[in-house]
């Protein structure tokens, strides 16, 4: 069974340019979350999507960040503007209902550098 | 509001030790997840621990979960060199439900031979 896949892996850029991050879930996985970590901490959620509908995207920057999941399978998390404290890994995980454990599979991230 | 504190958040050992890792949650949660992160690397599920008195091991790590203290324990035998690796332990914000994991510091372990 294949991972989930995210891309690109690494990204710099310089501040107030546009970013963009991309995401595949396992497959048949319904549930897709990006989590946001900075160094020397663990993960925080940033959006939490059922398919292709956002069921919590509180903790989402609404006024620089967006996200969409068309279909319910790719999800694509953006920054416009970024800002130099925007530098951190975001990671994307998946996970299925049908797994009585409800257990997040992590994929590799993206490593984001704002200069 | 839901907080996971874990202790230590460093350790240092030498091979051939044993030591715990302690992850102690605020509200009541009846699973509780350990993930290992290898620097530059993603988080790579190690346990997944659903009841109160549930105990799951692999290897040299065994992980426990007492939902009544509100607490989990990794616990290390017989330490060696490929362990070494920041460790969270990660709790449902809402029992029960599939939502937002709430994770601990993490605990980097260096083992030393």
């Known amino acids: 069974e294949a991972g989930v896949v995210q891309s690109p892996r690494y990204k710099i850029i310089e501040k107030k340019q546009p970013v963009a991050f991309w995401c595949n879930p396992i497959?048949?996985?319904?549930?897709l979350y990006w989590y946001l970590q900075n160094l020397g901490q663990g993960p925080e959620l940033l959006i939490r999507?059922?398919?292709?509908?956002?069921?919590?995207d509180s903790q989402l920057p609404k006024d620089r960040f967006s996200a969409e999941r068309l279909k319910g399978v790719d999800s694509t998390l953006k920054i416009q503007p970024a800002e130099l404290g925007d530098s951190a890994v975001y990671l994307c995980?998946?996970?299925?209902?049908?797994?009585?454990?409800?257990?997040?599979?992590f994929g590799p991230g993206t490593r984001l550098t704002v200069l | 509001e839901l907080k996971v504190e874990q202790n230590p958040l460093f350790l240092s050992m030498q091979e051939g030790k044993n030591y715990t890792i302690y992850c102690n949650y605020s509200?009541?949660?009846?699973?509780l997840y350990w993930y290992r992160q290898d620097p530059g690397k993603s988080l790579e599920s190690l346990f997944v621990?659903?009841?109160?008195?549930a105990v799951k091991q692999e290897g040299r790590l065994m992980a426990s979960l007492d939902t009544k203290a509100r607490l989990s324990t990794l616990h290390i035998t017989a330490a060696v060199h490929d362990l070494s690796a920041t460790y969270f332990c990660?709790?449902?914000?809402?029992?029960?439900?599939?939502?937002?994991?709430?994770f601990g510091q993490g605990t980097t372990l260096q083992v030393k031979p």
């Open positions: 995980a998946s996970s299925s209902r049908d797994r009585g454990d409800n257990e997040q599979f």
């Open positions: 497959s048949g996985h319904n549930t």
């Open positions: 999507y059922e398919n292709e509908e956002a069921v919590d």
């Open positions: 509200t009541t949660s009846d699973r």
């Open positions: 621990l659903l009841s109160n008195g």
């Open positions: 990660a709790v449902p914000q809402y029992s029960g439900n599939t939502g937002k994991l709430i």
